[in-house]
C-alpha cells in the first residue's frame, strides 16, 4: 500500500469508530520500492496523527465532564432515594421507627419536615425545611427544569447514571485506544524517517565511489 499522500489509517475500527493505524513492516514495500518517495508518507503520518490528537483532546474534556457529572447524579439519586425511603417508611425495622417516633414525628403524629441545606452558589448555602410531598424539580440542563412524581425521578437518575458510567467506560477505553494508534504512527514515521536517511546515505556513497 503505497502512500501518495493520502492520510493513511486502517479500514479496521474500534467499538466506537475510531480507525485503527497499521503498523508499517516493510518500509520499501510500503514505498513502493527502493525509489520510493518518503515525504509523502511523512506528511500523510503527520496528518493522521494530527487527527488522533485531535480526537484524544477531545475525549479528555468529555471524560472530565462526565468525572465532574457522575457525582452529582450520585447525590441526587441518593436524595431523591432517601426521600422516597422516608414517604414510604422504608429503610428502617418497625423497632427503629419507634425509637426514633420523638424524634421524626410531631406531637399529633405527624412527621416532621426535614432540614437540609442546599446551594445557592459555589461557596453559598442555604437552610431549607421540606415538606412531605411526591414531587421532585430536576435540573435537566441549559436551564431546564422539570417536575417528577418521586418514583418517575428515580427511575430517571437511574438511567441518566448507567448512561453516564457507560459513556466514561468507553471514553476511557477510547482514551487507550487512541494512545496505541499515536505511538505506532509515531513509530511508523520514525521507521519511514530512518529508511530514507539510510537510503540517502548509501545513495551518495555509491555516487562517491564512482568518481
Known sequence: MASKGKTVFSEE???????????????????GGKDGEAEPALKSFQEAIAKYRYME??????????????????????MVEYMQERREGKGKTEDDLEDDL????????????????????????????????????????????????????VTLLQSKLRVAETSLNNTIEDLEFLREQL?????????????????????????????
Request: charged share 40%; aromatic share 8%; proline share 5%.
Open 102 to 153: 420523638d424524634e421524626d414525628t410531631e406531637e399529633d403524629g405527624l412527621k416532621k419536615p426535614l432540614k437540609t441545606t442546599f446551594e445557592l452558589n459555589d461557596t453559598l448555602y442555604a437552610e431549607a425545611e421540606l415538606e412531605e410531598t411526591d414531587t421532585v424539580y430536576l435540573w435537566l440542563g441549559a436551564n431546564v427544569m422539570l417536575s417528577y412524581k418521586i418514583p418517575a425521578a
Open 13 to 31: 475500527k474500534n467499538p466506537r469508530g475510531i480507525p485503527k493505524a497499521p503498523f508499517i513492516a516493510d518500509v520499501e514495500e510500503y514505498l
Open 57 to 78: 483532546t477531545s475525549l479528555t474534556q468529555r471524560r472530565a465532564n462526565l468525572e465532574e457529572k457522575i457525582p452529582d447524579i450520585k447525590k441526587t439519586l441518593d
Open 183 to 211: 505511538t505506532i504512527m509515531e513509530v511508523n514515521t520514525a521507521r519511514v524517517y530512518n529508511w530514507d536517511v539510510k537510503r540517502r546515505r548509501e545513495k551518495r556513497e555509491q555516487e562517491a565511489s564512482k568518481k
